[in-house]
């Protein structure tokens, strides 16, 4: 059994920072990328951004210079740092991480439940 448990959501002002975590946990015998999902209301989710194993990253280009993701590979835990927030970025974020469980023989991608953020004064 793997989960994914996210932490960090929020209330924020324009212009504020906040951090979103997600930790993996359970039978995990290998994790190959972690990333970071939104879903605004009524839209598509949407990477927002994405770490491979070996910390190659890839961003959306609206959050480029200011989000960054990062990872704890002894904590299986992928961490969002979200800057000079916008009201646009007021989403629920999903982490999603792609690992092998123990006794199984490949990969698949898990996700969070979800953690709201919203940017308004």
């Known amino acids: 059994q793997v989960q994914l448990e996210e932490s960090g959501g929020g209330l924020v002002q324009p212009g504020g920072s906040l951090r979103l975590s997600c930790a993996a946990s359970g039978s995990i015998a290998s994790i190959n990328s972690m990333g970071w999902y939104h879903q605004a209301p009524g839209k598509q989710r949407e990477l927002v951004a994405l770490?491979?194993?070996?910390?190659?990253?890839i961003y959306a280009d609206s959050v480029k210079g200011r989000f960054a993701i990062s990872r704890d590979s002894a904590k299986n835990t992928v961490y969002l740092q979200m800057n000079s927030l916008k009201p646009e970025d007021t989403a629920v974020y999903y982490c999603?991480?792609?690992?092998?469980?123990?006794?199984?023989?490949?990969?698949?991608?898990?996700w969070g439940q979800g953690t709201q953020v919203t940017v308004s004064s």
């Open positions: 770490i491979t194993s070996s910390d190659s990253t």
């Open positions: 999603n991480v792609l690992l092998k469980a123990v006794g199984t023989a490949s990969y698949r991608a898990y």
